[in-house]
């Protein structure tokens, strides 16, 4: 190459690198894209009785809201993801955004499949596809799920439902008389364990909890921005005590160990707590064995997942001296909702009195449950004083330093997580 030409080219270079460098010192940097919360799961953590429900897009992409109480239960607004629940109420410094993902009656199965493709399932996406869809806008950094009351082997509700008909049946009707109810005569006697998930139902809701959630970090090792996430597995807390307050055990002379006690059944169900007190200590069992499930589940993907952030929240104890029938006024200064039912039609007027009513009315409304389920499901669920607690123990269990934490409620009210 001649020294004129050599001389050309060294200086096309020189050109060339300072626009490079003229290019890339004033390109703009990629922005952050903004950080969120989402909850996935069940209706302890979608705000199931907290009120402030908020429209639900459904399946084809329309957002749902309140279509009626006498539409079908299947609509995606009865997802009841509320303004009130506890991912809302939780204080999460650095988070900017906040999704809820989660549906009342969320299943395992939900977390891939559309819930509608099961029986009593809502028209809404798979919770994994909702999740991809706010990764693509945001960087996700804590997850909330409460899965593994509801599963292919028992349902929350449907263990809740089995208790307290019981007690009404046994409050209302004679031993030898038949409970015309839609789902075949009802037993007028206290659950037992047995009665509400056997060993082998709890192992099954386990394996099935497990492969849901491991599908859920699985997709969050895909699409979070950054990689950085905390999840967060939070487990269940009795609506009930393990024992009502004295002056629920008995009126007018009769107990729940006898055959009918109507003032009794009024009144327990007027304080929100319409079960038998056999039915209790059998019902704390099943709810720390949903606690097993959970606790199980966050242990063997920890084990499977070892670089993954996750801390187990035991939220058991959070309502400890404000629960159901625990005090005499209750249900007031409860952290629960009370059992509340509807006539047929139902009209959004809830039956506060069972008072005087005779057991061709008791069914009647019973019933309403059946047919239209949205007029009871929030029964038994934390209310959103209650979702203002488990907020608190969210905003604890996503600032520990340990993997696993309890939230408890002192006798003074106070909400400590450790």
């Given at each position: 190459?001649?020294?004129?030409?050599r001389?050309v080219?060294m200086?096309?270079v020189i050109a060339?690198s300072?626009v490079?460098?003229?290019v890339?010192a004033s390109?703009p940097a990629?922005?952050?894209m903004?950080?969120?919360?989402?909850?996935l799961?069940?209706?302890?953590?979608?705000?199931?009785?907290?009120?402030?429900?908020?429209?639900?897009?459904d399946?084809?992409?329309?957002?749902q809201g309140?279509p009626?109480?006498?539409?079908?239960?299947?609509?995606?607004?009865f997802?009841?993801?509320?303004?009130n629940?506890?991912?809302h109420?939780?204080a999460?410094?650095g988070?900017q955004?906040r999704?809820?993902l989660a549906?009342?009656g969320?299943?395992?199965?939900?977390?891939?499949?559309?819930s509608?493709a099961?029986?009593g399932?809502r028209?809404?996406?798979?919770?994994l596809?909702?999740?991809?869809a706010v990764?693509?806008?945001h960087?996700i950094?804590?997850?909330?799920?409460?899965?593994?009351?509801?599963?292919?082997?028992f349902?929350?509700?449907g263990?809740?439902?089995k208790c307290?008909?019981?007690?009404?049946a046994?409050?209302?009707?004679?031993w030898?008389?038949f409970?015309?109810?839609?789902?075949?005569p009802?037993?007028?006697?206290?659950?037992?364990?047995?009665d509400?998930?056997t060993a082998?139902?709890v192992?099954?809701?386990?394996?099935?909890t497990t492969?849901?959630?491991?599908q859920i970090l699985a997709?969050?090792?895909?699409v979070?921005a950054d990689?950085q996430h905390?999840?967060?597995?939070?487990?269940?807390?009795n609506?009930?005590?393990?024992e009502?307050d004295p002056?629920f055990h008995?009126e007018?002379?009769?107990?729940?160990?006898r055959d009918k006690?109507?003032a009794?059944g009024a009144?327990?169900?007027?304080a929100?707590?319409p079960?038998?007190?056999?039915?209790?200590a059998p019902?704390?069992?099943f709810?720390?064995g949903?606690?097993?499930?959970?606790?199980?589940?966050?242990?063997?993907?920890?084990?499977e997942?070892?670089?993954a952030?996750?801390?187990?929240?035991?939220v058991?104890?959070?309502?400890?001296?404000a629960?159901?029938?625990e005090r005499?006024n209750?249900p007031?200064?409860t952290?629960?909702?009370?059992?509340?039912?509807?006539d047929?039609?139902?009209?959004?007027?809830?039956?506060t009195?069972?008072?005087?009513?005779d057991k061709?009315?008791?069914?009647?409304?019973?019933?309403?449950c059946v047919?239209?389920?949205?007029?009871?499901q929030?029964?038994?669920?934390?209310n959103?004083?209650g979702?203002?607690?488990?907020?608190?123990c969210?905003?604890?269990?996503a600032g520990?330093?340990a993997?696993?934490v309890?939230?408890l409620?002192?006798?003074?009210?106070?909400?400590?997580v450790?």
């Open positions: 190459m001649s020294p004129l030409r001389t080219a200086a096309l060339v300072a490079s460098a003229t890339t390109a990629t922005a952050a903004p950080t969120a919360a989402i909850a799961g069940d209706s302890f953590v979608s705000g199931e009785g907290a009120g402030a429900y908020q429209p639900v897009v399946a084809a992409g329309v957002a309140f009626g109480w006498t539409a079908p239960n299947s609509n995606a607004f997802c009841h993801r509320s303004a629940a506890s991912l109420r939780a999460l410094p988070i955004d999704f809820n549906c009342s969320g299943q395992p199965r939900d977390v891939t499949a559309a509608s099961r029986t399932g028209q809404v996406a798979a919770q596809d909702q999740l991809r990764a693509r806008t960087d950094d804590l997850v909330l799920i409460g899965l593994g009351s509801n599963n292919s082997s349902t929350f509700g263990v809740a439902e307290a008909n019981r007690f009404i046994d409050a209302w009707t004679g030898w008389e409970w015309a109810y839609l789902n075949g009802v037993e007028q006697k206290p659950c037992t364990d047995a509400l998930a082998a139902q192992a099954a809701a386990t394996a099935e492969a849901a959630v491991r997709a969050l090792r895909e979070d990689g905390r999840v967060v597995l939070q487990d269940y807390t609506p009930l005590p393990l009502l002056a008995s007018d002379g009769r107990d729940d160990t006690f109507r009794l009144e327990r169900y007027a929100g707590c079960i038998h007190r056999a039915s209790l019902g704390h069992r709810s720390q949903l606690g097993s499930i959970v606790r199980a589940t966050r242990d063997t993907l920890a084990a997942f070892p670089g952030d996750l801390v187990y929240l035991d058991q104890r959070a309502f400890d001296g629960r159901l029938c005499p209750s007031t200064g952290l629960a909702t009370p059992i509340r039912l509807m047929n039609p139902p009209n959004g007027t809830f039956v009195s069972l008072a005087g009513k061709i009315a008791i069914q009647r409304i019973a019933n309403t047919t239209y389920f949205q007029s009871c929030e029964s038994w669920h934390p959103a004083a979702h203002e607690v488990l907020g608190r969210l905003a604890g269990a520990a330093a993997r696993s309890a939230c409620r002192g006798s003074d009210g106070t909400i400590a450790s």
